[in-house]
């Protein structure tokens, strides 16, 4: 999922944005929070097990934006962090936007990141859902980054 948030980083960069509004290269912390999952079978397994599953669990890192990465579209920042996923959607305005990824599965088989909402310099907010055609599963989470400062 760290790998799905960072890519959702650069895909906040330009152009996948606005022109005018440019990702601030430097430090960003980047949490997510799952809001739960989907799969076949899911319906009977007993409520443990399902809070076992991650369900409202929260995530955070902190990852240096560099001005390079910054500058770049989003297909190639994209496929400089994570050489298996592309950009096959790809809508902004204003500061709204709405991306979906295709990304090859580790062993799992192709993957589809959908995301949606709103993004500054400074911050971004937004929902994502995350889909395992072959497995038949779908996970969603909240995913916020806000600017640090200098990287460190």
């Not at 022109?19 to 009977?44: A, C, F, K, L, N």
């Not at 709405?98 to 599965?105: N, V």
């Amino acid at each position: 999922m760290k790998k799905l948030a960072l890519a959702f980083l650069i895909l906040t960069s330009p152009p996948a944005l606005a022109q005018t509004q440019v990702m601030q290269p430097g430090q960003w912390e980047i949490t997510s929070t799952s809001t739960g999952m989907s799969m076949p079978g899911m319906e009977d397994m007993p409520p443990e097990a399902l809070a076992a599953m991650g369900s409202g669990q929260t995530t955070s890192f902190r990852y240096c934006l560099s001005p390079e990465d910054a500058a770049k579209g989003p297909g190639e920042a994209t496929a400089a962090s994570n050489g298996s996923c592309k950009v096959i959607k790809q809508q902004a305005s204003g500061n709204s936007f709405e991306t979906t990824l295709a990304c090859e599965g580790a062993g799992a088989g192709p993957v589809q990141v959908h995301s949606k909402g709103t993004a500054s310099p400074t911050r971004f907010d937004a929902t994502s859902e995350v889909t395992m055609a072959s497995e038949g599963m779908t996970m969603g989470s909240k995913v916020s980054g806000k600017f640090l400062g200098p990287c460190k």
